[in-house]
Every structure is written in C-alpha cells, then in structure tokens.
C-alpha cells in the first residue's frame, strides 16, 4: 500500500516544519507550499489525498484556498486556525472544510485527526456494495456515491456534512444528542467540539429544507439534540 500524500499549506516556517517532522515520522508523504497559490498549484500537480491549511497566507488565503480544492476534490480538509473566532467561520462558510484546529495545538492531536479524517476518506474512496439510495420526502442519499439530491437536483455536501445528514436519515424518528452523533462521525472524543454539530446542521438545513428556520426533516430537540425526520404530506 502506497502512503497518503499531505499537502500542508502555510507561511510560518516553524510551524510547517513541525507538522511535516510529525508527519513524517507515521509515514506520511508530505508537500509543503508556503502560501496559497503554490498551495494550490501543488494541489492541482500532485493529487494530495489530504490537504491542512493556514488560514492567514500570503498571495491567496487558506478560506480561498480551501473553496478552490474543495470545488475540484472530496480529499479531507483540516483549517489551521489562529483565532477562535475563525473557527464558526471555518465551518459555517460553506468552504467544505471538515476539521479545523486552533493555534497553538499539539502536533499529537493534529496526527490524530489526519488519521482519522484519512481511514474515513479511504472507506468512502474503496468500492462498497451497500444498500442504493435512502430516498425520505424530497431527498435521496447515495452512500455510494456520496450524492444528495434535493427535489430532483444534486446539491453539494462536504463529506462530513453527507456522513451526519445519512447518520440522521439511517436512525429516522430517534432522537440524537449532539454528543451521539459527534462520536458517530468523527469518531473520536477527546478534542471533540460538540459545537461543530450544531453548525454542521445547519449548513445541511440551509441545503436541504426549503425553509430553514422550519425545518421538516431535522428537527431540534431542545437540550438533547436532532431527530431526522419525513416530512409530513
Ligand atoms: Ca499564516
């Protein structure tokens, strides 16, 4: 098996350094740029199957970068984020960005989350043999090809936006805390932001219900969480 390519996209040399030691050492082939048009030159000549991005770049910022990746490619995307107000931004832009990490962050943690976001993004690329599409109300979900369409038309999700809308759709008419669905998507606790969530769900509400402040489908459930429902005829 060939080893997943990481393109890292950042200035500060100290920091690019580091990640990329880190990396490195569990056998990650990595790409450095050092700001973002050669961010994206590289993305575009060298087929990364992950890409992590400073947000604050020369030239072109880690926001555009991301966009332009992410309209070409369905590879992980993690933000590197020096401030704490980026990160709403970082996920509630529509970037399709999956993950963001604050500065300053463990480089312990940042591995932690490339493997994760890889073996997840690996398991979506093979082959599966799984049911054909969930079709509820308007809405049809393709877990093979990672397809939503909305009344009739395919509309673009982040992969992790697919995986909570079809996690929702799979357990209908059950409510589900933000903790539970955390868990079942990025499979891991310790650094979770459950926050990341209720953001997530509302990027999919804004994609999939025709009024998002009534939603039919994904209805709150105050205290708790979600509970994926069909709309009523
Ligand atoms: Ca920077």
């Given at each position: 098996?060939?080893?997943?390519?990481?393109?890292?996209?950042?200035?500060?040399?100290?920091?690019?350094?580091?990640?990329?030691?880190?990396?490195?050492?569990?056998?990650?082939?990595?790409?450095?740029?050092?700001?973002g048009e050669e961010?994206?030159?590289?993305?575009?000549?060298?087929?990364?199957?992950?890409?992590?991005?400073?947000?604050?770049?020369?030239?072109?910022?880690?926001?555009?970068?991301?966009?332009?990746?992410?309209?070409?490619?369905?590879?992980?995307?993690?933000?590197?984020?020096?401030?704490?107000?980026?990160?709403?931004?970082?996920?509630?832009?529509?970037?399709?960005?999956?993950?963001?990490?604050?500065?300053?962050?463990?480089?312990?943690?940042?591995?932690?989350?490339?493997?994760?976001?890889?073996?997840?993004?690996?398991?979506?690329?093979?082959?599966?043999?799984?049911?054909?599409?969930?079709?509820?109300?308007?809405?049809?979900?393709?877990?093979?090809?990672?397809?939503?369409?909305?009344?009739?038309?395919?509309?673009?999700?982040?992969?992790?936006?697919?995986?909570?809308?079809?996690?929702?759709?799979?357990?209908?008419?059950?409510?589900?805390?933000?903790?539970?669905?955390?868990?079942?998507?990025?499979?891991?606790?310790?650094?979770?932001?459950?926050?990341?969530?209720?953001?997530?769900?509302?990027?999919?509400?804004?994609?999939?219900?025709?009024?998002?402040?009534?939603?039919?489908?994904?209805?709150?459930?105050?205290?708790i969480g979600y509970?994926?429902?069909?709309?009523?005829?």
């Open positions: 098996m060939s080893y997943a390519k990481i393109l890292i996209v950042e200035d500060e040399k100290e920091i690019s350094n580091l990640v990329k030691d880190y990396l490195m050492a569990s056998n990650y082939e990595v790409l450095v740029a050092g700001d961010g994206i030159h590289l993305f575009r000549t060298s087929n990364p199957d992950m890409a992590i991005l400073d947000i604050m770049l020369p030239k072109v910022d880690g926001f555009e970068v991301c966009r332009t990746i992410r309209q070409e490619s369905r590879i992980p995307i993690i933000m590197l984020s020096a401030r704490k107000e980026d990160t709403d931004k970082i996920l509630g832009l529509g970037l399709g960005a999956d993950d963001y990490i604050t500065k300053p962050f463990s480089p312990r943690e940042l591995i932690a989350r490339v493997q994760s976001h890889l073996r997840r993004y690996s398991e979506l690329s093979e082959p599966v043999q799984k049911s054909d599409a969930l079709v509820v109300g308007d809405l049809e979900i393709d877990p093979k090809a990672y397809i939503v369409k909305v009344r009739g038309h395919e509309v673009p999700f982040s992969v992790k936006e697919f995986e909570i809308l079809h996690y929702l759709a799979l357990n209908m008419n059950q409510a589900l805390s933000r903790e539970k669905i955390f868990e079942a998507i990025w499979g891991f606790n310790e650094y979770g932001d459950i926050n990341t969530v209720t953001v997530h769900v509302r990027k999919i509400r804004e994609k999939i219900e025709e009024d998002p402040s009534t939603p039919k489908y994904i209805e709150t459930i105050w205290g509970k994926f429902k069909a709309p009523k005829k």
